[in-house]
């Protein structure tokens, strides 16, 4: 077999993905880059969410357990709204744990022990930071045109306004 051919035989076709959008190629990179941020955000508070729902401990821990219950099915909801957004485009999306690790903003927290205002005070804090990622990634899609994802974003800017309403109100009342 001649070299040229062997090397060929290697080497796996790249397969052009066309884009399934009128978004221009360049949008699509921007738009799937603050989508695949925002999922290992929205990832990244889940966790933590079901983290805290699962070491809450206290007087309220029956009204916290099931609210923080409550809150992590809804950002575990917008998981799937937020890759399945990303490829609908022709963009990628989180592949792993690791991945994940390397897109967020949001951070860890892997203390053994955190008191119940301060497990709600963080969430607090993280949802807010969320809001002003999806603003961010709103502007983003704007910029675009891209009147779908931005469209989902308003719903979930609603949402976690909501979850850092009702942590805020029993943080303040702590």
């Given amino acids: 077999m001649p070299k040229e051919t062997a090397t060929q035989a290697k080497e796996k076709p790249q397969a052009m993905h066309e884009i399934p959008t009128d978004l221009n190629r360049e949008?699509?990179?921007?738009i799937t880059t603050a989508l695949r941020r925002l999922l290992a955000d929205t990832f990244a508070l889940y966790l933590k969410t079901k983290n805290f729902h699962w070491h809450m401990t206290g007087q309220h821990f029956r009204d916290y357990h099931l609210m923080l219950d409550e809150h992590s099915e809804q950002i575990f909801?917008?998981?799937?709204?937020i890759a399945e957004r990303a490829r609908k485009i022709g963009g990628p999306t989180l592949r792993s744990i690791s991945d994940i690790s390397r897109h967020q903003r949001l951070k860890d927290n892997n203390d053994e022990s955190v008191d119940p205002k301060e497990m709600l005070a963080e969430l607090s804090a993280d949802n807010q930071g969320l809001t002003r990622y999806f603003r961010s990634a709103h502007e983003t899609c704007e910029k675009y045109n891209d009147v779908a994802t931005s469209s989902m974003i308003e719903v979930w800017i609603d949402q976690t306004e909501r979850?850092?309403?009702?942590?805020s109100e029993i943080v303040q009342g702590l």
Avoid: I, S
Wanted: hydrophobic share 50%.
């Fill in 27 to 30: 949008g699509v990179a921007e």
């Fill in 77 to 81: 909801a917008m998981t799937d709204d």
């Fill in 163 to 167: 979850r850092t309403w009702f942590l």
